[in-house]
């Protein structure tokens, strides 16, 4: 149980085009989600915390305006980078609590989308 | 912010042999997680020890926590190529549900 899928797993753009990286939760509810972003051989840095039906809040320094999040249902966020640029190239990953649980639970991921901006 | 921080960043060994990663953190935390992640993929999680908790066990994972010293271990014991990935610990700070991670340990488990 507790399944995140996330699509595509990879994908190659040209630059100034935008990207829409889907996260769906198949088994189970999330009113939250969190994408992460990851560069070669270095740690996850949180970008933002996706909530169902609301706004999503952004970590500082990630632009809100170049990653759009919409959370519209219990089971689906989504990440889109709008004009993308080569420095966007990254891995991108999801992840969520099941519903009711918070910072007291595992949270689980998706396998990540690599994003290569030519 | 980073607020785990592992130590080794990498780690050699041999089948068999046990490893263990280190994993400091700055501030107060609810719990602390550790989680595996196999190269180009995911995270997977492994272990969630509480912050009033002192040692938890997972077949052949073990985590230690010592708040004290802002401190936790993970050792895997007799260890198999399989376990090759890197090892990310985690924390939730006080207040929060958001997850922040280490650095990494990188092992590689040699057949």
């Known amino acids: 149980g507790a399944v995140v899928s996330q699509h595509p797993s990879w994908v190659i753009c040209k630059s100034g085009t935008s990207v829409k990286i889907e996260c769906r939760s198949l088994?189970?509810?999330?009113?939250?989600m969190f994408w992460y972003r990851q560069f070669p051989k270095q740690s996850l840095m949180l970008m933002a915390t996706?909530?169902?039906?609301?706004?999503?809040?952004?970590e500082q320094g990630v632009e809100k305006d170049k990653f759009l999040i919409n959370h519209a249902s219990l089971t689906l966020s989504t990440l889109t980078v709008t004009s993308a640029h080569p420095e966007d190239s990254s891995f991108y990953i999801c992840?969520?609590?099941?519903?009711?649980?918070?910072?007291?639970?595992?949270?689980?991921f998706g396998n990540g989308t690599r994003l290569t901006v030519t | 912010s980073q607020q785990g921080e592992e130590d080794p960043q990498a780690l050699s060994i041999q089948e068999g042999e046990n490893a263990t990663m280190n994993c400091s953190y700055k501030?107060?935390?609810?719990?602390l997680q550790w989680y595996r992640q196999n190269s180009g993929r995911g995270l997977v999680h492994l272990i969630l020890i509480r912050s009033n908790e002192r040692e938890k066990h997972s077949g052949r994972l073990r985590v230690t926590l010592d708040t004290s010293k802002k401190s936790s271990s993970l050792l895997i014991t007799a260890s198999r190529a399989a376990d090759t990935a890197s090892y990310f610990c985690a924390t939730v700070q006080g207040g929060s549900e958001k997850l922040v991670f280490g650095k990494g340990t990188k092992l590689t488990v040699n057949p």
């Open positions: 992840s969520a609590h099941l519903a009711g649980q918070r910072g007291n639970s595992p949270l689980h």
């Open positions: 501030t107060s935390i609810n719990n």
């Open positions: 088994d189970f509810q999330a009113t939250t």
């Open positions: 996706s909530n169902e039906g609301s706004k999503a809040t952004y």
